[in-house]
């Protein structure tokens, strides 16, 4: 079932979005070559504690960090380590964070010092893409418009779009009804109504779009290790434009 979410509870993960953009920001700015996810993964914790919120990820589902920490070929679920970024090194950052019992997801892909060409493309067409979606997360659309508008940006420029991972309702847990797709025709699905709360995440390959679990259980892996991008924002359909939750 696809939750409606009242204005007392929007508030409510607005804070909850706030926490997690700005946790985000933390890390983001401290992303250098030299430094190690797990460094990134305390910077985070510490943030969201400070603000009476709580880490979201860590023990969902047995997870053990507070960010999802997600170099280069990672495509999501990496755990923060002693890996040490390199110039020229991408990292993904997955950030969830809970507060009066409602909670907020939000990721994004920077670079570490200078990137090449084509890296830089995957991140700036990765990141287009997730708000080419949100644009069609209005009142009225179905719910694969935004699928389908997101796989359409992304294969236009040459990228693929990972298949076996997608977005996902959010409001009193992290995951939620319905399944938010990147791929996909347009016009199915439920209609979108005011109220409901998408996490929207567009996870974007350079090559395949396969991927493949390494033996930890967790780290998703492109499948011809090739770099990988993550963007993500909690989103609420209003009578209006789509409000972005996960923002300062
Ligand atoms: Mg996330
Ligand atoms: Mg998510």
């Not at 993960?13 to 985000?24: N, P, Q, Y």
Request: include cysteine; glycine fraction near 10%; charged fraction near 25%.
């Amino acid at each position: 079932m696809i939750t409606l979410k009242t204005d007392k509870e929007l508030a409510y993960m607005r804070d909850a979005g706030r926490v997690v953009a700005g946790a985000l920001k933390e890390v983001d700015s401290a992303v250098k070559p030299g430094v190690t996810t797990a460094e990134l993964d305390r910077l985070a914790e510490s943030f969201i504690i400070a603000r009476g919120a709580r880490p979201a990820f860590k023990g969902l589902y047995g997870f053990p960090s507070t960010i999802c920490a997600s170099p280069n070929e990672q495509v999501v679920h990496g755990i923060p380590s002693l890996r040490v970024l390199e110039n020229g090194d991408i990292i993904s950052i997955d950030v969830g964070a809970e507060i009066n019992g409602f909670f907020g997801d939000s990721a994004v892909t920077v670079p570490v010092g200078e990137v090449d060409d084509d890296t830089g493309l995957l991140l700036k067409v990765t990141e287009e893409s997730l708000y080419v979606g949100i644009t069609q997360a209005v009142e009225g659309n179905r719910l694969s418009d935004i699928s389908h508008a997101v796989q359409k940006h992304v294969e236009n420029n040459g990228f693929s779009v990972v298949r076996d991972y997608v977005g996902h309702g959010i409001g009193r847990s992290m995951h939620e009804e319905p399944q938010v797709p990147n791929f996909g025709r347009a016009g199915r699905g439920p209609r979108l109504q005011a109220g409901m709360t998408l996490a929207i995440e567009p996870m974007v390959n350079m090559g395949t779009h396969e991927v493949a679990t390494l033996p930890d259980n967790w780290t998703v892996v492109t499948k011809d290790m090739k770099k990988s991008a993550h963007f993500e924002h909690t989103v609420a359909i209003t009578e209006d434009k789509p409000e972005i939750l996960t923002r300062l």
